[in-house]
């Protein structure tokens, strides 16, 4: 079974604060992607990465940054929180294959930005 | 930009009543189409996905969808709904542009009443 895993279920922050969040799978895979679900919203994509090294900014990118230094491990930062950031954060992974796009997600960090 | 839209915001059902979660998506090529369940306290993880072939796809737990091209459609079925069925049902496409991200919908937030 795939196994994706943050390092925090809960966290609290406040203003002004840099946050990491880190992500890591461990089934090889060369996809993973950050998101954040907010309440009828759904799930809005912010950064993905093919590759070690390598990120492409997705549709809510702007307060964030991302790190890929290892295959296994994606790291989201928020440079300076704010309040606005205060969300449930979805890190996913998936196979580089054409022909499965299915992403396998982890159990989320609820960050809270006072 | 492709967008996936979920009409059905909050459903409540009792316990054997049918479902139908409504899906529609804007983009007009080949595409990925995926369901995920998100239980309560638990991670986001895949009912159905189609790819090609059958449009009408069967998934876990009794769950079924079918792809109308000409609608731009993928709706969710299930004939008898069951108390443990409670969840947050989210529909989320892949145009297959080599974009390998998914676009999300806003989700359904299902009830079901014993």
């Known amino acids: 079974d795939v196994k994706v895993t943050q390092s925090s279920r809960y966290l609290v922050k406040r203003t002004g604060e840099k946050v990491f969040l880190e992500c890591v799978q461990d089934?090889?895979?060369?996809?993973m992607f950050w998101y954040r679900q907010d309440p009828g919203l759904g799930l809005r994509l912010i950064y993905f990465s093919y590759d070690v090294k390598m990120k492409e900014k997705g549709d809510i990118p702007e307060g964030y940054s991302v790190s890929r230094e290892k295959k296994e491990r994606f790291s989201l930062i928020l440079e300076s929180a704010s309040t606005n950031q205060t969300s449930m954060y979805l890190c996913a992974s998936s196979l580089s294959s054409e022909y499965s796009y299915e992403q396998y997600f982890g159990p989320g960090t609820r960050l809270t930005v006072t | 930009a492709q967008s996936v839209s979920q009409h059905n915001h909050h459903v409540i059902l009792s316990e054997a009543a049918s479902l139908e979660l409504g899906c529609n998506y804007s983009y007009g090529g080949t595409v990925n189409l995926f369901w995920y369940v998100q239980y309560p306290g638990q991670h986001l993880q895949l009912l159905l996905k189609?790819?090609?072939?059958?449009?009408l796809v069967k998934g876990i737990k009794g769950f079924e969808a079918e792809f109308i091209k000409s609608k731009f459609s993928f709706n969710l079925r299930k004939p008898s709904v069951q108390w443990s069925d409670t969840a947050e049902y989210f529909c989320a496409v892949n145009a297959n542009t080599g974009r390998r991200a998914l676009t999300f919908g806003s989700g359904t937030r299902l009830q079901v009443q014993p």
């Open positions: 089934m090889d895979h060369e996809n």
């Open positions: 189609y790819f090609s072939g059958d449009p």
